[in-house]
C-alpha cells in the first residue's frame, strides 16, 4: 500500500513540477508594464505597502525564490530578479506578500514560524523512529507511536503552510492589479503561474497526510 501512495503522490509531484517550469518559460516570454524586473516589482512593492526594513537580494538557482523572516530577505532567483516578465512580477509579488504577512503579524504565518524549531527536529529523527518502530511494531508499539506523532506534526506544519501561501498570492495579485502591473491582457497569466505554484504545496500536503493514515493503520492493525 505504501508503495501505491508513494508513486501516486511521486506521479502527481512530478507533473505539477513540470507543469510549473512549463508556464514560468512560457510566461517568462510576456514582458510586464513599464519594463519593470522582478527586482524593481519586489522593492516597488514593498515600498507600497509600507515595508521598509526588508532587502530584496538574487540567489542561485531556479525556482528558489523565498523570502527569509530571519534575515528580513526577499530571495530571488536570478531569473526572476533579472526578469521583465509577467513570471517574474508574480514570483517576485508573491515573496513579497510573505514579507507583508510577516510585518503585519498575518496569524497563520506567525503560526509556521512557531513551529519551525519543533518540525526541524521532528525531520530529523522521524525517519528513523518509524523504522524501527515498524520493526518492534508488536514488542515495542509506543515507539511507533512516537514516530507518528513526530510525523503528525510535519503533517501539521504542511497544512498550516497552504494559507500562508494562498493568502500571499492573493495579495500578490491584487496589489499586481491595482498598480496597473498587470492588465485584463496578463492578469490570468500571473494567476495561473502563482496557482500552479501553490499546487506544489497541496501535493506535499495530501502526501503527508496519506502516509501519516498508513503508519497510523499499521499501528492500530499491529496485532493482525
Same mark, same amino acid.
Given at each position: 500500500m505504501y508503495l501505491i501512495i508513494f508513486l501516486v503522490f511521486m506521479g502527481l509531484s512530478l507533473i505539477v513540477s513540470q507543469t510549473l517550469k512549463s508556464k514560468f518559460r512560457k510566461y517568462s516570454k510576456i514582458p510586464i508594464s513599464y519594463?519593470?524586473?522582478?527586482?524593481?516589482?519586489?522593492?516597488?512593492?514593498?515600498?507600497?505597502?509600507?515595508?521598509?526594513?526588508?532587502?530584496?537580494?538574487?540567489?542561485e538557482g531556479q525556482l528558489t525564490d523565498h523570502y527569509n523572516p530571519q534575515t528580513k530577505t526577499v530571495n530571488l532567483s536570478?531569473?526572476? &530578479? &533579472?526578469?521583465?516578465?509577467?513570471?517574474?512580477?508574480?514570483?517576485?509579488?508573491?515573496?513579497?506578500?510573505?514579507?507583508?504577512?510577516?510585518?503585519?503579524? &498575518?496569524?497563520?504565518?506567525?503560526?509556521?514560524?512557531?513551529?519551525?524549531?519543533?518540525v526541524s527536529f521532528a525531520s530529523n529523527w522521524v525517519q528513523w523512529v518509524l523504522l524501527a518502530g515498524i520493526l518492534l511494531?508488536?514488542?515495542?508499539?509506543?515507539?511507533l507511536l512516537g514516530g507518528i506523532?513526530?510525523?503528525?506534526?510535519?503533517?501539521?506544519?504542511?497544512?498550516?503552510?497552504?494559507?500562508?501561501?494562498?493568502?500571499?498570492?492573493?495579495r500578490a495579485l491584487a496589489w499586481l492589479k491595482n498598480s496597473g502591473l498587470?492588465? &485584463?491582457?496578463?492578469?490570468?497569466?500571473?494567476?495561473?503561474?502563482?496557482?500552479w505554484a501553490g499546487y506544489t504545496y497541496v501535493v506535499a500536503a495530501l502526501s503527508s497526510l496519506a502516509t501519516l493514515l498508513y503508519y497510523i493503520m499499521i499501528f492500530t492493525g499491529r496485532r493482525d
Open positions: 519594463g519593470l524586473t522582478g527586482a524593481n516589482v519586489a522593492e516597488k512593492m514593498l515600498r507600497e505597502q509600507g515595508v521598509y526594513d526588508v532587502k530584496v537580494i538574487s540567489v536570478r531569473e526572476v &530578479y &533579472y526578469g521583465n516578465s509577467i513570471a517574474s512580477a508574480a514570483v517576485a509579488a508573491h515573496e513579497c506578500g510573505h514579507a507583508v504577512q510577516h510585518a503585519t503579524q &498575518y496569524t497563520w504565518l506567525q503560526m509556521r514560524s512557531k513551529l519551525v524549531p519543533v511494531v508488536n514488542t515495542f508499539p509506543q515507539l506523532v513526530l510525523f503528525a506534526l510535519t503533517t501539521l506544519f504542511s497544512f498550516i503552510t497552504l494559507p500562508v501561501e494562498i493568502n500571499a498570492s492573493q498587470t492588465t &485584463y491582457e496578463n492578469h490570468d497569466k500571473a494567476e495561473d503561474a502563482l496557482r
